[in-house]
C-alpha cells in the first residue's frame, strides 16, 4: 500500500479538453491540480500508484484520477517531460 508522500511535482503548462471544460467545475479542477502537485494520485489502484512513482524516477507520464464535486470522474496526466498536464475526461482519453 502506498501511502501520500508530501513533494512537489512540476505541472508544467496546464490545458483541459472543451469536454472537461464544459463538464467540470473550475474549483474541483483546481483542487485537483493542487492534490496533484503534491503528490497524491487520486482514485488509482495500488499498481497505477506503483507506475506513478517508478515514473516519478524514470521520468515517464503520470496519470491520477479524480472527482469533482458532482461525482463526475476525470483524470488528470503530465508528460513524462513534466511540460504539459491534461485535464480530461474518461470519455476524453
Given amino acids: 500500500m502506498f501511502e501520500h508522500r508530501q513533494r512537489s511535482i512540476p505541472l508544467g503548462r496546464v490545458v483541459a479538453t472543451a469536454n472537461a471544460i464544459a463538464t467540470l467545475d473550475e474549483a474541483s479542477i ?14 488509482l489502484d495500488d499498481h497505477d500508484r506503483a507506475v506513478n512513482e517508478d515514473a516519478l524516477r524514470s521520468g515517464d507520464r503520470l496519470l491520477s484520477v479524480y472527482r469533482d464535486q458532482r461525482d463526475t ?4 496526466l503530465t508528460e513524462g517531460d513534466r511540460q504539459l498536464t491534461t485535464v480530461l475526461l474518461t470519455e476524453d482519453y
Fill in 30 to 43: 483546481r483542487a485537483a491540480l493542487a492534490r496533484r502537485a503534491s503528490g497524491d494520485w487520486g482514485e
Fill in 73 to 76: 470522474r476525470f483524470y488528470i
